[in-house]
């Protein structure tokens, strides 16, 4: 795992007062304040409220050195963390006050627990006393949340707050990282204590693997070697570990074609010819074929979900399995692996490296098996038809060449999610986020808005440092117009701290993808998927927010409105794209089919991109 990942940040120089140094009590709330501190933590996205209202006080008094960001909604909150952390590897962190205030944050939560993020939530509550009382605001989140946080504390005793902060932070960002949430009673917050950091954590059971069993991972060289039509498939858990640049490596040595997921994107740069893309339900034609034909399979850091195997008992059907995963759970969970290996994806791959052909002896020639795969590649490429309408993956790909690839692109859920997964060309690790395992519309908003902190945080620090640091990449949130208005109003905050995110809204006055399976699989019956009537001007909704907004109806206008928004340094900046209604995604495989069985689209290359 990357140190952002599995070590504590280090405690600031200063100590945090001369009050706390002394041993003095201190009040719960400050306690926390000081907790955050030491961990490190840069951002908390937060919203006040009559059970936290002692923390915000002592915020106000004290003038932590993390940024507190007042959000619109708990929900965007939770999201904004998720943002923060998939853009820069570190704990995301909520502040929320008891009962709708923590329940607000569910979604969030659940969405983080799908994906693998870490963040920490803290949830006021009612004073101890009262706890089961049905007392006002009082909700029992740490039962709410039971099955989707990876663990959950409910302070009682002032005396062990800042230990639960430091153990929830250390279980939040290693092993498989997750949500962790941290219920606290008002009474708790008010109570007095003095402010004790533990150097260490020690967690009786909570434990993880890093190194690989050796005598796995001899077998796992061994069938690398033996294969004649290997296939990397590459998961989140890649990025999680920071093995992107190992794996690429790899790959690049062995000349084995490597596929990932949708969290797996810009582990592997899809710009080398080894990339097939993504694979799974709208993953790439050739893609699918490779792995319905490869005889050797490598999973890394990938948990071979339903969207990527589709029917089980179909999918691979010539291929051993090699899995490498750091959550026991996982393996064998939904495919069985012939080579099972637990443990840290960097660690296993840096000790396979060196068994591996190319490393001790000449590469195998795998040519026989690239020549097909380009012949997939040639056979049903992804195309898109230029017809004088303004299509989607026409916006995706201009978004691609303005940036040349180098951005974090924020994508929401639904066709807008896929388009950008298919179209975008992911180059680096740490520059596509969304909502998988959820599948969360009103994701990418405050997402964007959390990565963006983080994106100009790194950028402060180095200009602080003076260091040559590569220049902030941009932050793009790509949206639909359904999903888009879920949590809109997070752009008053995009605005009020002049976050330069470039909002895309791939407007098609539909719910696109529940109208594509509509068309497609319930005799175009558009039942409750037409957003013509409710819809607002989204231009004039970006300038109520003090917003610049930009207006696209035409394929000839698209690079010409991009570059109008790439001249707006200073702040967002929102741009509509009045898109084809009946636009689809494509290749796609129907529910309960076989990857094999795809549904795509032939064009006259002379009418496609």
Known sequence: MPDTLTQNPPAPESAPTDRC??????????????SLEAEGVEFVFGYPGGAVIKIYDEMHRIGPQ????????????????????????????????????????????????M???????????????????????????????????????LVRDVRELASTVKKAYHIARTGRPGPVVVDLPKDVIADSAPFEWPEHVTL????????GEKGQVALAARMIAEAERPLFYVGGGTLISGAGEIVTRLARMTRIPVTTTLHGLGAFPETDPLSLGML?????????????HCDLLIAVGARFDDRVTGKTDAWAPHARIIHIDIDPAC????????????????????????????????????????????????????????????????????????????AIVVSDVGQN????????????PRSHITSGGLGTMGFSLPAAMGAAFGVRARAERGQADDTQAAPALPVISINGDGGFLMNVQELGVIAAHKLPVKIVVLNNSFLGMVRQWQELFHGERYSHTDLTPTNPDFVALAAAFGIPGLRCTSPDAVEATISKAWDITDGPVLMEFRVVTEEMVFPMVPAGAATGDMIVQRFNPENCA
Not at 71 to 98: D, I, M, P
Not at 280 to 292: D, E, I, K, L
């Open 280 to 292: 799974g339900m709208h993953g790439t034609w050739y893609a699918n074929q490779a792995v319905q």
């Open 204 to 211: 009786r059971g909570y434990d993880f693997v890093g190194r």
């Open 66 to 113: 993390f940024e507190h960001v007042l959000v619109r909604h708990e929900q965007g909150a939770a999201h904004a963390a998720e943002g923060y952390a998939k853009a820069t590897g570190n704990v995301g962190t909520v502040l929320v006050t008891s009962g709708p205030g923590a329940t607000n944050t569910v979604t969030g939560i659940a969405d983080a627990y």
């Open 417 to 428: 999610q896929m388009w950008a997964a298919q179209h975008f060309t992911y180059a680096e």
């Open 21 to 34: 140094s002394r041993g003095v009590p201190v009040s719960g709330a400050e306690i926390l304040i000081r």
């Open 115 to 153: 994906d693998s993020i870490p963040i920490v939530v803290f949830t006021g509550q009612v004073p101890t006393k009262l706890i089961g009382n049905d007392a006002f605001q009082e909700c029992d989140i740490i039962g709410v949340t039971r099955s989707i946080t990876k663990h959950s504390f």
């Open 331 to 406: 393996i064998s969970k939904n495919i069985p692996a012939d080579c099972p290996i637990l443990g840290d994806v960097s660690t296993v791959l840096e000790q396979l490296e060196p068994l591996l052909p190319g490393a001790s002896r000449a590469p195998k020639d795998l040519s026989r098996w690239h020549r097909q795969i380009d012949t997939w590649k040639a056979e049903c490429p992804l195309a898109w038809k230029r017809d004088g309408k303004l299509r989607p993956q026409h916006v995706v790909e201009a978004l691609r060449d303005r940036t040349g690839g180098h």
